[in-house]
């Protein structure tokens, strides 16, 4: 039996064109197939039985395809894959359909080839997503570290290059993997400025010029190298949750006079604006070691 | 990241694409150094092809802010993407200047 038998197609289609120029091709490739000609025998279906993919042939005002898309994506179930034939598309029916969750939008076209190539896609995406994430879920925790020397911190990118390093693999959504690396960032330079250089305020607004001078002159300095700075990213994949530990060996700082502060007015002044950051964008924030080391916590809806 | 700053007359529009991070925060504040020393009293930001900010970019835009108001300068973010859009309000600055989507 081919692997591909299990896959069930509802085809919603009220004139039966779509499901006639389909009906053969997917049956030989081994797909279930069933036709509903309206919307509410559609909804039925999809609410009473298992599909994989939905295929609406949106033929408004009797089947107004995203409606019933937006109908199935908020009350059967959210990640069950649509795609919408239509005979042109143009840019606000896209635009529209998107935003109710469309996976894909398609003229129709003349042979079944370039459809059936289309939903061979969209279900192998699928079934591999649904093996990714049942392999992750297998998993209690994934855990990496990482450790900078103190001479070696003046090199650019690092927070992106630990959080590529530790989810490259993992496809997390662009929004999450960006959350991650702009807190990296404000916890490296956190860190970096305040822990192990003590960079003082007027040091760090002078003119870009002589700010990396005096940059480059405090990097190569020979104490440099007896400092550090450790960074440990850890997942669990079945609460969804990533913490992130990043440790130091410089001076400490006062951060509880910033746990402190209100954040829900934008405050003007330059101390402390990267743990503000950090506290807006993270779940929970706390610090060991009078400062030297800083935690935080992200749980996210999707990994 | 790439930035790219139009001046005409009265206006400034810097458009930007990719991340500001702590490692390209001073391009940043080039730019907005040559918005200080021409004409303009309105910036326009586009922000729709960024992808983050950090502290040290808005940092920057902050000082530029408070010198910008001196001359009674206005700031306008026209355009964002989504996920900007959601870092500059949740950290409160549309208190400061228009934010859009």
Known sequence: MDSEQRFRILIVDRSGDAYRLLQNPLQWNGY???????????????????????LIRDEHPEIDGIELLDRIKKSVRKSLPVILLVDQINS?????????????????????????????KQLQEQQNESARK??????NEITMSFSFQGNRLAQPHIASNVVQTFLGDIRMPPAAMSTLELCLDEMVQNALIHGILQIKPDERHQDIPDYNEFLDNRFSQPEMKDHRIDINCSMQPQTRLIRI???????GFDFESHLKKDLSVFSLEHIGRGITFIRTLA???SFEHGGRTIIIEKHFKDL | MELVLQLEGKKAKIMVEGSITSD??????????????????L????????KNISSSGIGKLLIFYKEFMTRDGKIEIVKSSPIVYELLTTI????LFSINM
Do not use: W
């Open chain 1, 245 to 251: 530990r990043v440790s130091d060996t410089g001076a």
């Open chain 1, 283 to 285: 779940d929970s924030v």
């Open chain 1, 32 to 54: 279930y197939l069933e036709n509903a000609t309206e919307t509410a025998k559609a909804l039925n279906r999809v609410s009473y039985s298992h599909f994989d993919l939905v």
């Open chain 1, 92 to 120: 606000s029916y896209a635009v529209r359909a998107i935003r109710a969750g469309v996976h894909d939008v398609i003229e129709k076209p003349d042979n079944p080839t370039t459809l059936l190539d289309m939903i061979r």
């Open chain 2, 92 to 95: 409160k600055l549309d208190q």
């Open chain 2, 43 to 50: 910036l326009e930001l586009d922000l729709s092809a960024c």
């Open chain 1, 134 to 139: 049942s392999a992750l879920k297998a998993l």
């Open chain 2, 24 to 41: 390209n925060a001073y391009i940043f504040k080039d730019k907005l150094s040559e918005v200080l020393d021409s004409d303009a009293t």
